[in-house]
């Protein structure tokens, strides 16, 4: 029986203990500071950027990998045994990624058996359907069996995300100028959210932490309920408050499983320090 393999791309901001348990490969992304180029998690990491972020004054920009990048990696994970890959990548509407990858897979079809699929989703709301996957595929489940998992998470899982600034969101263009300042002088704190197509949308507009997390713990509560769920908080260099939410999160659902993540350098770029996404899936 053929084995599957699952590849990703480095925005799921996977902790690399669990890629390395569960086997899977991670194809960084790269974040620029001027005429500086890092890869992300290669050559820079979570605790680096923020560090370098808050020490410069241009805003940091981002590009995805290139096709080529993809088939190299495509052709080396299948390179000993018969193997099938699926590959999930960050929304095709946040970045060229999803295309690059699915390029790639059209230059392999021939040799390789590539699935690529796109997430619509971002950070560990990727991430959260990738660990899944993988620990599915580990166990000796089919193609077939991943991919049935994978439309069950992808049709279940949530994720809300809140921004400690918009000055991020506005320069990389997710906003105006206008609501950015608008929303920093009333300390509006937008609840932020991926629609079906994978695009940035703000969910709800609240003033103040406090008031935007019990609105999202509202949110999960009509979504899940007691049902059984897995929860990923990923935190752009605000550990604190992850850690505060999760306890709140374990004492509110039925948590079957829990992660706290960092937002890598590429997420973080366009979120800013300070950013904090939940992401809930529903366990079986």
Do not use: W
């Not at 029986?1 to 925005?11: L, N, Q, R, Y």
């Not at 086997?23 to 990491?45: A, C, Q, W």
């Not at 805003?59 to 052709?75: D, G, L, R």
């Amino acid at each position: 029986m053929a084995k599957v393999k699952i590849i990703t791309d480095s925005t799921a901001d996977i902790p690399s203990s669990i890629v390395e348990e569960l086997d899977i490969t991670v194809v960084p992304l790269k974040v620029l500071f001027g005429e500086e180029t890092f890869e992300d998690g290669v050559d820079i990491n979570a605790t680096q950027f923020y560090e370098k972020l808050a020490s410069e004054q241009v805003i940091p920009t981002t590009s995805q990998p290139t096709p080529y990048q993809f088939e190299e990696v495509y052709k080396e994970v299948a390179r000993e045994e018969e193997t099938q890959i699926i590959s999930i990548h960050l929304s095709a509407k946040l970045s060229g990624t999803y295309q690059s990858a699915f390029i790639a897979k059209d230059m392999v079809k021939d040799q390789i058996d590539v699935t690529v699929v796109d997430s619509k989703r971002a950070s560990y709301a990727i991430g959260i359907i990738v660990v899944e996957v993988a620990r599915l595929a580990k166990s000796g489940a089919t193609k077939e069996q991943c991919l049935t998992r994978l439309d069950e998470l992808l049709s279940t899982s949530v994720i809300y995300f809140m921004v400690d600034t918009l000055e991020f969101l506005q320069k990389n263009g997710r906003i105006g100028k206008a609501s950015a300042l608008f929303g920093s002088l009333l300390k509006i704190k937008p609840i932020l959210s991926l629609n079906s197509d994978g695009e940035v949308f703000p969910f709800d507009k609240v003033r103040g932490q406090k008031k935007a997390l019990a609105k999202v713990y509202d949110f999960f509560d009509k979504d899940f309920g007691t049902q059984p769920i897995h929860v990923g908080i990923s935190h752009a260099n605000a550990m604190d408050v992850a850690t505060e939410i999760m306890l709140e999160m374990k004492s509110r659902f039925n948590v079957k499983s829990d992660i706290i993540t960092e937002i890598g350098p590429v997420i973080g770029a366009h979120v800013g320090p300070g950013a904090i996404a939940v992401t809930v899936a529903l366990a079986k």
